[in-house]
């Protein structure tokens, strides 16, 4: 009793596991008790039990086991977490108890076994029974097949799987012991209950009495179904409903069970082509006919093997078609015929790839009379078709339906007849439909009566398959007599079903009936445990079936028809109309309505509208509401008030109402007579819209644009247009019928209308963001010019993606319509390939063509392959039909000359372009020979194939790829280039699909053979794939596959199961589609407002569309919802990114020198790397950022990567405790291919060593080694990109760790594999050299020098350069020491160092000078930053422009930091060039040269005018290409050159061209383009050029000198100046205020020049560039320059400056500029810099410049400003209207407007008291003065005189109408007057006068004022000149020299005595000009070049000026 006492004090779980068997029992028995007690299944006692279960089952005790049993029945039948333990308790019953002697033990094992399956868990329990068949226990083996048998009889064959069961039945009737057979027996009975005849063929094997026996059994069985008597616990609430359908669904249910089960899945099959007689091939064709025989009766005895294994069966079936086109013995022709009839059959889905090879050759052959050929043909045939679809033999049947032979015509039809009985509404797609039908109807009037018959039966056993409906549209033609022979042979017809009402549903019906399973005949077998069944299913089944959830398809088709038939309306008489109408509205509102006073009429549509909001969607008659609205006056209504709101009336009854077309087909004429209506239109297309979303957009589409067009009103036209274009944005593309919208499209293009043309072509490129490059094939027709405008359009629509639908249809009446539109999008748009015009070239791939491809000479082969691409090239389209092509094909992607490999390559490529979507039927042909080259060992050939496959995936789908076997054969083939690329693309591909066939498990076998590969890069393509086919497949699935691998395998695919399903990806969520789910499109069209969506949703749509469309929004926009977890996600996300936890690094460091961690070091990381870096970085890493960073999905990480980036300044203590670990995770992602990932952690990089660096922060060694060895990994990286990031970081790595420890690293570097690495580092070794001395060599540098000295031998150019260059660097710190560092070379290496050394010695003594002013400069620099990398001053002249690119960026990266830096200093008075300067800097002035005496007199001396000579274009222009545009385009793709002279000699080229006024029209059109090409080439200067130090800064200059002069001219013609666009204006002022800022340019005289010329050029393309461009530009370049803050203040200074100096021009310009784009660019300027943010700025410069730009306007419009917001979509929400309001309020403004534009009307009297008629009649008289040839300098002195008198006057009203020369002519006669009367007298010689004038009147057309204009010029550009800078007053427009000049002479260095002479000789010209052009006319049109008087400036004051300064010098 003792021990007993101790035992009973035990917890219940300790007691089951006692090792005394009474406890044990004493538990089994009290655990019993409490597993029928505890009522909550997910109660946390059923965990202490979990791992118990097993011992429950497998007691040693017999007595404890029973109660063992019993216990764990019930916890099987209770515990929610039962199922985890299914495994092993399944095989613990099978193993101990099914072989106990107790009857009863037995029963508990199989009731638990049961309880499994009832608890979903079916597959494991099955396949723990079919092992126990294995058991040499036959008692074992007894129970475990009772237990099947019992669990298929209650649960039936759609639970239990019979296909593996079938399989092992026969080997159970070879045992031989009885029992086992008698079971085996009871077992086949049962199953046969269940599939009937198929089970008989996997049975012919066994004993012919047994056989028999069981015959005599299956046949006393009942003809009735059994019927499933128990349910999955999924299906309990099902059992109710079931046992009501149970006799309504019996018929139904046999056919389906019967089905159910495929008698060849149950096969094994066989391989025949290995056993084929090896000289098969030779018999087949032999002369002799018994030979043929002989092959031909081998190949047939094999074929009796129902199932064949796959195969390459080409050779073998071409082999039979021969016999069958080409045999003369009719016997033979049946046999082939036969024998194509069972590889079909054996093959099935698999013998597809060979159907379109056999078919033409079977149609030809039905010629043949003999009714046993014709017979074997039709079963050959009929056998091929099952393996394929009609599509893709309907082409082979069209072709012979035209065949001179009735024969022929008649078994085709009669083969279509037979096809159509295979077909349903799914698979006879309408397209092939309506090509057959029109084929067939013209075999109805054949003359041979056997040809019309069978016409017959085939049109009527089509209108059997898809119904009267969708056949009578093409019957059109036939008379009736015809029709009614087609509908008799319809009624004649019995479907594969049985039935003779199908009627086109009955295939729908029959499915349908199949889902649902039968209801039990009696519950006392009732699985569900006793307690729960009375509240568990009758309850929950005693209400009506759910909606989302339809008892079978047949009641909800029924269901969706009514409903649709409630949405189809009969058209009403206007009596019925009134009366319903009279019903739901007042009689006030009926009474007005057709009143004569518009007013009343108003109120009544007021009545009317109040009435519809209220009114009940069921009870609006909205076909009697909308007649209302047309009755008289209608839509005719004169007041345009009344007709807005009648509009707006017709919108809401199609919104709220059950608007069907017929309602709509009474407004849709009035809407589109009104949509061109100023007021009007509006409310017309809203309209319009909401009859879209009741009728859908297809339907209104078409109807809208035939009325449209069937009007004159191009307004209407052209507003109908656009509203469409809008429409499909809104709705998308999906169902419209694009070939109609074309043909109209085509009508507006020629339509004489611009505004149609227009609204054509915006359709057009709306059209292209749906359909892309096919929809231009449409349009290659039309002129050129319109060809160019629509390039233009889609041209601006590259690269964007269409917007997802916002609207919808909605009403069910549509639904088949909207359901037709999500077929087509899931088809991947096919219908919109199908509409281009496509070429048969079958005929052109004759038997020659295929000869020459297979022949045995290399070169003959290519000719052939040459001549399919050139006929392809030129069907530019093709179909399907390629002849004998794909096998063709199929053999050179096999040859052995790899060269034509890759042109079948090609070929193929070019098939996917050009056949489109009927590629798919040569997937099987061609498609895996394209992945078996993908295992070459080429990898340019596996290149080639990889882009050719994707190409035709794009195109097929990925369905038919992975449909069948073929994938898995090519997963088996047991090479590792071919498995790392056919892996490597399916872990792409298969996570952007939604579902994929259920072969793809055919492959799992061998991903878990590639998964234990030698080759490691195979097993980690394996691992990378394994989640994406779990995805698909499920866990479950995958994880009983590996049952059949090895144990040791087994465990360690397991393993990674579980990681792969922790990272498993989701799938894809549906699309949404256009007019299908309104649930989900009501859901992210109002994510604001839940509960609005929850209630349309409700109210609108049948709840299976509900939960189907919330399911698809919840997947498809979970940031959009406005949900609480959506907000607690937020609130995560708002903490910190990392953990500052303290010595935690120090930790870490520690841990790996102790070696408790793994240390970072690894050639790839391994999963135990990952996983430590994982549970390192969860200590400090904020759990969601983790989650992130190790995502699978690319764009997770890219996102985590951003918001660590912006977090960067603000968490800099935290990133630096965690920086070990955030470089250890960036070393990860070295190893990926993703080059968006890599270049975004780059790019994060960067910025973190920049802020490290600010933090003075140094990495540690742990640090260091764990990230530089795998940065330099990335460094030879093939992208150039990726190598100038990777060497940006370097040069900043040297700033927080010491170079010496880089340089180790960089050693190591050069030993790598990859060439490119290796040069690369051996050129930062040099760098360092350069930069830090010899110091720098670690460990010495005899070592290191020895080393590098090693690559000058490399086979590699690169390398050897790289190597020569740094021991150059060496050469120039030591000297000669570098020969004894080196040691020994050999002789050829030797004298390679030597030259280059010499080379560079020679080099840098010529650069020595410029290279010590550089010093001298920049001292500062360089001592500011000791330990950046320096740039190297090359020595060589390397020949290879590669080289001369590399040293470009290495350059540039190493100097990125300071010049960045520098860029941010201000260039002092950028704008201005004074003398102030020179007088103020002592410094400079120190250091100029002696200046020059010259005598001031001479400048005033006349000047000889030369005699103009006029110079023509250089004749090599026209030489390089026959027209003048190409020549135009090759001369300015040259000026982007990156070589400087061909730069230069294309800028002198378009310099001759602008010179010449005649001539420069030319350039109209190019101004973009030339624009961008010298904006690229000013980019190539700031970034290379200037940072060279090679090359000599005088070209640049010069160049610069090129640039600048074609921009003045350019410029300086207006009407091409006003050609730039913005964006290219943008750019251009981006490079030019750049160029100011460039402190590399100031250093020297020739940057002075050129600073001062891009002054000038700034402000010439300022005045001249369209206005309304360049206010748009420039507040563009403001907005870019505030947001990014790397950008320079000063940079922001002179864009501000420049937006003033426009603002300043408003008033001139105000008429010419576009005010609607210019508030647009203010609206989104406001938009991204609110008035918040923008006080926010550390000025508030650009506040006060919106400000002012805004107040301007306002003064010059009023409030008609407010009229120029139309480009704004959401006027209200913009807070520009509000501030434009504000302003237009104020007092001055309006009144403002009249009294600055005009003349003061406010005061008749001026200040002095003259009456201001009298002023103007005053000021009238002296302008005539002004404008005649004798008196204009007496009118210039009497206004300047009168100016004097009354200083207020205006001259505005009088200059206004005049032209611009005329107003300059007179301010700078008014200058000229005022200086000479306030200067001191001076000497006028009228020697010039008088010259000048002779001058004038010798040449006429040019005018002397030109030869001072362009000697001013030169001047300037010598130094001479002096300009003014944009802050200055008025400048003046000048011409100049043509630049050829620049190219045979040097500037010279202008001093400063130069531009003050420069200032005097300025003045005299502007007198001598000033007193010329009185003499010109003042108004002349033509005198294009005109210049304003240069500033004013006293004579006598310059030279004390100058005076001053040479004294200042002495």
């Not at 297309?685 to 297809?698: F, H, Q, R, V």
Request: net charge neutral; hydrophobic share 40%; with cysteine.
């Amino acid at each position: 009793m003792g021990d007993d006492s101790e035992w009973m004090k035990l917890p219940i779980d300790q007691k089951c596991e006692h090792k005394v068997w009474k406890a044990r029992l004493s538990g089994y028995e009290e655990a019993l008790q409490l597993f029928n007690r505890i009522d909550d299944d997910k109660s946390p006692e059923w965990g202490k039990y979990l791992g118990l279960i097993r011992k429950f089952v497998t007691e040693s005790n017999a007595v404890a086991q029973l109660k063992g049993l019993e216990a764990a029945l019930a916890y099987v039948e209770n515990a929610h977490i039962a199922v985890k333990t299914t495994g092993d308790v399944v095989s613990g019953v099978v193993t101990k108890v099914f072989n106990q002697p107790k009857a009863r033990a037995k029963e508990l094992g199989t009731d638990i076994c049961l309880m499994y399956i009832e608890i979903e868990k079916a597959e494991v329990v099955q396949d723990g029974l079919l092992k126990g068949l294995e058991n040499k226990n036959p008692k074992i083996v007894v129970a475990c097949i009772e237990t099947l048998r019992k669990a298929l009889s209650e649960f039936g064959s759609k639970i239990v799987t019979l296909k593996p069961v079938v399989k092992i039945l026969s080997k159970q009737f070879e045992s031989r012991e009885k029992a086992v057979r008698d079971e085996a027996k009871l077992l086949a009975v049962e199953i046969y209950k269940w599939i009937r005849d198929a089970l008989r063929p996997s049975l012919q094997t066994i004993n012919s009495v047994l056989l028999k026996e069981l015959e005599e059994e299956w046949v006393k069985l009942p003809s009735s179904p059994p019927k499933q008597s128990r349910f999955l616990r999924s299906q309990q609430d099902l059992k109710a409903k079931f046992q009501q359908q149970a006799q309504e669904e019996s018929g139904e249910e046999e056919e389906e069970t019967v089905a159910a089960v495929d008698p060849y899945e149950l096969m094994e099959a066989v391989d025949i082509l290995s056993k084929l007689p090896k000289d098969f091939y030779d018999k087949i064709e032999a002369k002799k006919w018994q030979e043929r025989k002989e092959a031909l009766e081998a190949v047939e005895s094999l074929l009796k093997n129902p199932k064949l294994e796959s195969g390459d069966y080409g050779d073998l079936v071409r082999a039979l078609k021969k016999v069958v086109g080409k045999d003369a013995n009719v016997m033979l022709v049946s046999m082939a015929a036969k024998c194509l009839a069972g590889l079909a059959t054996g093959l099935r889905k698999k013998f597809g790839t060979y159907a379109g090879q056999v078919v033409p050759t079977i149609l030809e052959k039905f010629k043949e009379k003999k009714p046993q050929v014709v017979q074997a043909l039709q079963e050959a045939i009929d056998a091929i078709f099952l393996t394929t679809t009609l599509q893709n033999l309907s082409e082979d049947v069209l072709a012979v339906m035209d065949n001179k032979n009735p024969s022929i015509k008649q078994q085709a039809s009669l083969f279509l007849a037979r096809s159509f009985r295979h077909c349903t509404q799914a698979t006879l797609p309408k397209s092939v439909l309506k090509l057959l039908c029109a084929a067939l109807v013209k075999q109805v009037n054949d003359s041979a009566p056997e040809v019309r018959d069978a016409a017959f039966e085939a049109l009527g056993t089509a209108m059997k398959v898809v119904g009267e409906k969708a056949v009578n549209p093409h019957l059109a033609d036939l008379d009736k007599l015809k029709l009614d022979k087609i509908k008799e042979c319809a009624d004649k017809v019995e479907l594969l079903g049985g039935k003779k009402d199908a009627g086109g549903g009955g295939a729908v019906v029959k499915k349908a009936a199949s889902k649902a399973p039968p209801a039990a005949e009696a519950q006392t077998k009732s699985s569900a445990p006793p307690k729960k069944s009375p509240g568990g299913a009758p309850s929950k089944s005693a209400g009506p079936p759910k909606k989302g959830k339809p008892a079978s398809a047949s009641s909800a088709k029924t269901k969706k028809t009514m409903e649709s038939k409630d949405f189809t309306e009969t058209e009403l008489s206007i009596e019925v109309c009134e009366e319903r109408a009279a019903e739901v509205l007042p009689a006030s509102c009926l009474e007005q309505l057709y009143s004569a006073n518009w007013k009343e009429r108003l109120a009544s549509m007021e009545e009317f509208q109040r009435a519809v909001e209220t009114m009940d969607k069921m009870a609006m008659p909205c076909q009697a509401l909308v007649k209302m609205l047309a009755k008289k006056p209608g839509w005719k209504e004169t007041n345009f008030q009344v007709m807005q709101m009648k509009l707006h009336i017709v919108a809401l009854i199609a919104q709220k109402g059950q608007f069907s077309k017929t309602s709509a087909s009474v407004v849709l004429d009035g809407l589109v007579d009104k949509v061109g209506d100023v007021k009007c239109g509006g409310n017309a297309k809203e309209g319009m819209t909401a009859i879209g979303e009741a009728c859908s957009l297809p339907w209104t589409a078409e109807q809208v644009v035939s009325l449209a067009f069937a009007q004159k009103n191009p307004k209407n036209q052209a507003e109908t247009l656009n509203w469409l274009a809008n429409a499909m944005k809104e709705f998308g593309f999906a169902g419209i019928n694009v070939k109609g919208f074309i043909n109209n499209v085509k009508t507006a293009l020629g339509a004489t209308n611009p505004a149609v043309r227009t609204a054509a072509i915006t359709l057009l490129s709306v059209m292209y963001l749906y359909m892309g490059a096919p929809l231009r094939m449409f349009f290659e027709n039309e002129k050129p010019a319109l060809l160019s405008q629509i390039d233009a359009a889609f041209e601006k629509m590259q690269g964007q993606s269409h917007p997802a639908p916002t609207r919808f249809c909605k009403n069910a009446g549509n639904e088949d319509e909207c359901d037709n539109a999500e077929e087509q999008e899931e088809e991947g748009g096919q219908d919109i390939m199908d509409l281009l015009p496509r070429t048969e070239i079958s005929d052109k791939i004759t038997y020659d063509l295929v000869s020459k491809i297979g022949d045995k000479n290399w070169k003959i082969r290519k000719e052939g392959l040459d001549e399919v691409a050139a006929i392809i090239s030129e069907a530019k389209f093709i179909t399907a039909n390629i002849g004998e092509l794909p096998l063709t094909l199929k053999g050179r992607l096999c040859d052995s000359n790899k060269i034509l490999v890759q042109q079948s390559l090609t070929i193929l490529l070019q098939l996917a372009t050009a056949m489109g979507p009927g590629l798919k039927q040569h997937v099987k042909t061609l498609g895996f020979p394209i992945i078996s080259v993908l295992g070459d060992s080429k990898s340019n050939v596996r290149a080639a194939a990889m882009a050719t496959l994707q190409a035709w995936v794009e195109q097929t789908g990925m369905k038919e790829w992975l449909e069948g076997d073929d994938l898995a054969e090519e997963l088996k083939k047991e090479n590792p280039f071919l498995r790392q690329e056919l892996l490597g693309w399916l872990a792409d591909k298969l996570p952007t699909l939604r579902s994929a066939p259920g072969d793809l498990m055919s492959c799992v076998p061998q991903l878990y053979a590639c998964l234990e590969d030698r080759n490691g890069d195979v097993r980690k393509k394996a691992q990378d794939a394994l989640p994406t086919f779990m995805m698909h497949l499920g866990y479950d699935k995958m994880n009983k596959a590996t049952g059949k691998l090895k144990t040791t395998s087994k465990d360690q695919i397991v393993v990674m199961l579980e990681k792969a399903r922790a990272v498993m990806p989701a799938k894809p969520a549906a699309p949404v589609k256009t007019g299908g789910e309104k649930g989900s499109s009501e859901t992210s069209r109002a994510a604001p407002r839940p509960q609005a969506v929850s209630e349309d949703i409700s109210d609108n749509k049948p709840e299976a569309k509900k939960i189907k469309g919330g399911v698809a929004a919840k997947k498809s926009a979970p940031t959009k919802k406005p949900a609480a977890k959506g907000i607690k996600d937020d609130e995560d996300r708002s903490g910190p990114l990392f953990i500052l936890v303290p010595n935690a690094k120090e930790q870490r460091i520690k841990e790996e020198k102790q070696l408790k961690i793994l240390k970072w070091n690894f050639t790839t990381p391994r999963d135990e790397y990952l996983e430590q870096l994982k549970t390192q970085m969860s200590t400090c890493f904020a759990k969601w950022l983790q989650d992130e960073l190790f995502h699978l999905d690319f764009q997770r990480q890219v996102k985590a990567i951003s918001v660590m980036s912006e977090r960067l300044e603000s968490e800099s203590d935290a990133t630096i405790s965690c920086l070990d670990l955030i470089l250890k995770w960036f070393t990860l992602r070295f190893f990926d291919t993703n080059t968006t990932v890599l270049m975004k952690v780059l790019e994060y990089l960067k910025m973190l060593f920049a802020m490290l660096d600010r933090e003075n922060y140094h990495l540690t060694e742990y640090e260091a080694n764990s990230f530089v060895p795998y940065l330099l990994l990335k460094v030879g990286e093939s992208k150039d990109v990726v190598r100038k990031d990777v060497r940006a970081i370097l040069a900043m790595l040297c700033k927080v760790y010491p170079a010496s420890k880089i340089f180790p690293f960089l050693m190591d570097g050069t030993k790598s594999k990859n060439s490119k690495q290796r040069a690369e580092c051996l050129e930062e070794l040099g760098c360092l050299i350069e930069g830090y001395g010899m110091n720098v060599c670690q460990p010495t540098p005899a070592k290191c020098l020895k080393e590098i000295a090693v690559h000058i031998g490399d086979r590699d150019t690169s390398v050897r350069n790289a190597a020569l260059n740094t021991v150059v660097a060496v050469y120039n710190v030591c000297g000669d020491q570098v020969y004894k560092l080196i040691g020994t070379l050999s002789e050829k290496d030797m004298s390679m160092l030597e030259e280059r050394i010499k080379r560079s010695s020679a080099k840098r003594t010529a650069a020595a000078p410029a290279k010590q002013s550089v010093n001298e400069r920049s001292p500062k620099d360089h001592a500011a930053n000791p330990n950046g990398t320096l740039i190297r001053k090359s020595a060589q002249e390397d020949p290879n422009k590669l080289k001369i690119m590399y040293r470009t960026y290495r350059i540039q990266a190493r100097q990125n930091a300071q010049h960045s830096e520098s860029s941010h200093v201000p260039f002092p008075k950028v704008f201005q060039l004074d003398l102030d300067m020179i007088e103020q800097d002592q410094i400079r002035v120190n250091e100029l040269p002696d200046l020059v005496q010259h005598k001031l007199d001479e400048l005033l001396e006349p000047i000889v005018i030369p005699k103009p000579k006029m110079r023509s274009i250089s004749p090599h222009l026209d030489d390089l290409h026959n027209s003048t545009a190409s020549t135009i385009n090759f001369v300015i793709s040259q000026v982007a050159s990156g070589d400087i002279n061909t730069s230069i000699q294309a800028l002198a080229q378009i310099d001759e061209v602008l010179w010449q006024e005649n001539k420069a029209e030319v350039m109209s059109g190019h101004i973009d383009q030339f624009l961008i090409a010298t904006i690229m080439q000013l980019r190539l200067i700031y970034n290379t050029h200037m940072a060279d130090d090679r090359l000599d800064k005088k070209v640049i200059f010069k160049l610069y000198s090129c640039i600048l002069g074609n921009m003045l001219s350019l410029f300086s013609l207006e009407s091409l100046a006003r050609e730039a666009s913005m964006g290219v204006l943008k750019d251009l002022m981006h490079g030019l205020i750049t160029l100011l800022l460039d402190n590399r340019v100031e250093v020297s005289e020739e940057g002075q020049q050129v600073i001062r010329s891009v002054n000038l050029l700034v402000i010439k393309v300022l005045e001249k560039s369209d206005q309304t461009n360049m206010i748009s530009a420039l507040l563009v370049m403001l907005q870019d320059t505030l947001v990014s803050t790397a950008g320079s203040p000063t940079f922001s200074d002179l864009v501000l400056k420049c937006l003033w100096r426009l603002i300043r021009h408003l008033p001139e310009t105000i008429n010419s500029i576009n005010l609607d784009r210019i508030l647009f660019d203010v609206h989104n300027f406001m938009k991204v810099f609110p008035k918040e943010k923008l006080k926010q700025l550390k000025t508030d410069v650009p506040h006060r410049t919106l400000k002012t730009l805004l107040h301007t306007l306002c003064k010059l419009t009023g409030a008609m400003i407010l009229d120029h917001l139309s480009m704004i979509e959401n006027r209200n929400e913009s807070e520009l209207e509000s501030y434009l309001r504000r302003v237009v309020k104020q007092p001055g403004i309006l009144f403002g407007i009249k009294s600055d534009r005009g003349n003061e009307k406010v005061s008749l009297i001026t200040e002095d008291g003259m009456p201001k008629a009298k002023a103007r009649d005053d000021l009238s008289e002296i302008f005539k003065k002004i404008g005649s040839r004798e008196n204009t300098k007496e009118g210039l002195t009497e206004l300047y005189e009168y100016k004097q008198k009354c200083s207020d006057v205006d001259l505005e009203p009088f200059l206004k109408t005049t032209s611009p020369f005329f107003q300059s002519y007179v301010e700078r006669g008014l200058r000229m007057i005022e200086s000479e009367r306030e200067a001191k007298p001076r000497i006028q010689n009228p020697a010039v006068i008088g010259q000048h004038g002779t001058d004038n009147s010798n040449e006429e057309d040019l005018k002397p004022a030109a030869y001072y204009e362009r000697l001013k010029i030169l001047r300037q550009r010598q130094g001479l000149e002096n300009t003014r800078s944009i802050s200055g007053g008025d400048d003046e427009p000048q011409l100049r020299a043509p630049l050829s000049c620049l190219l045979s002479s040097k500037p010279s260095v202008a001093s400063s005595t130069d531009m003050l002479h420069s200032k005097l000789s300025q003045l005299k010209e502007s007198r001598e000009l000033c007193q010329q052009e009185h003499n010109a006319q003042p108004r002349s049109p033509s005198n294009a070049h005109t210049r304003s008087a240069s500033p004013a400036a006293n004579l006598g004051d310059l030279k004390k000026r100058l005076e001053r300064i040479k004294n200042n010098r002495e």
